[in-house]
């Protein structure tokens, strides 16, 4: 932090998508600049043409840096980490856009690594554009984990309405069923379980677990996986002392709002969770990596290029990235705390004890 603030670094994504104007635009309200530090990493001749695109703000107070130790506060901080004959080409994946998305991506994870910046916010990529670049991961997930060395993570998707997570993440639906193992539900369940206590404060959490089939697998008529995968290890689950439920046939837990009595529910693969949750809370929704050593996380949507600019990008997801990333911070914050005084407590005396789905404010 720096003088008692939160220092956001956001990566522009794929600098020909909307990136830079949901950035612009979440960040054009100056008064958004009195609670945290921003850094944005990408290209001040970038972020200048696109503010160009954006009638309605005429100016933004901005400072080009070299590194987040020069971050001023209530200014938005570029870091400048691409070349400078960078471009724009809107509404165009290229070789070009997706190496300055690699680039940002890559000088930021290496300054969350020094503690120069202390959560971050990723901006929308291009995944096959990056991969015909060499990127070598089938998202951000996947190469955040690699590059911290984190056991397992869950791609959390997170509103004010409801949280989704994915057992399988970013695969081909034809290599879901056999990626369905009760050690994969186990270790989510495990995972989020924590989650919920440290990240967002939930004493215990509820956790529904969808099944992969129709009808829950009808009895063992449409598949099997719910008997011999899923429910053993919600069952297991439960004698370690997690609230898991389920699992539940996923039309009609959406259809009939079932979803409001969890805190988070299990997805079984990445449509079965994103659709519902995109079509109750794609304004407002973020994408938020569980399981990582540090905060990370991104808007909800993607490069949307058809857009770029042309003034027509919605930065409410960016936006609230931006707070559920503080946010969450500050709850791991309190979390820390919490447990830190548990541990002081001599034996004998006792703490008074928080139940059901009380939140630490």
Known sequence: MANGKVIVGITQGDSNGI???????????????????????????????????????????????????????????????????V??????????SARAAISSLERAVADI?????????????????????????????????????????????????????????????????????????????????????????????????LSLNPHSGDGGLLGREEQEEIAPAIAEATKEGILAFGPYSSDGYFGLGHYEDFDVTLAMYHDQGLAPFKSIAFEDGVNFTSGLPFIRTSPDHGTAYEMSGRDEADPRSMRAAIFEAIDILK???????????????????????????????
């Open 113 to 209: 690594k020094a503690g120069s910046i202390d959560v971050l916010v990723t901006g929308p990529i291009n995944k096959k554009a990056m991969s015909v670049e060499g990127f070598g991961f089938p998202g951000h997930t996947e190469y955040l984990q690699q590059q911290f060395g984190a056991k397992d993570v869950a791609m959390l998707m997170v509103s004010s309405r409801l949280k989704i997570a994915v057992a399988t993440g970013h695969i081909p639906l034809k290599d879901v069923a056999q990626s369905i193992t009760r050690d994969t539900i186990l270790r989510k369940l495990r995972l989020l379980n924590e989650s919920m206590k440290r990240d967002f404060c939930i004493d215990q959490p509820r956790i529904a677990v």
């Open 19 to 85: 990136g830079y104007e949901v950035i612009i635009k979440a960040l054009s309200d100056t008064r958004i600049l009195d609670m945290f530090i921003p850094v944005v990493y990408g290209s001040p001749k970038l972020f200048g043409f696109y503010l160009k695109t954006i009638p309605e703000i005429e100016e933004l107070p901005t400072v080009v840096i070299k590194d987040p130790s020069e971050a001023r506060p209530k200014q938005v901080n570029i870091l400048d980490c691409l070349p400078e004959n």
């Open 331 to 361: 709850k791991r914050e309190a979390y820390t705390s919490l447990q830190e005084g548990k541990m002081e407590v001599k034996p004998g005396e006792e703490r008074p004890e928080r139940h059901g789905r009380d939140q630490i404010a």
């Open 87 to 96: 471009f724009a080409e809107p509404g165009e994946p290229t070789s070009e």
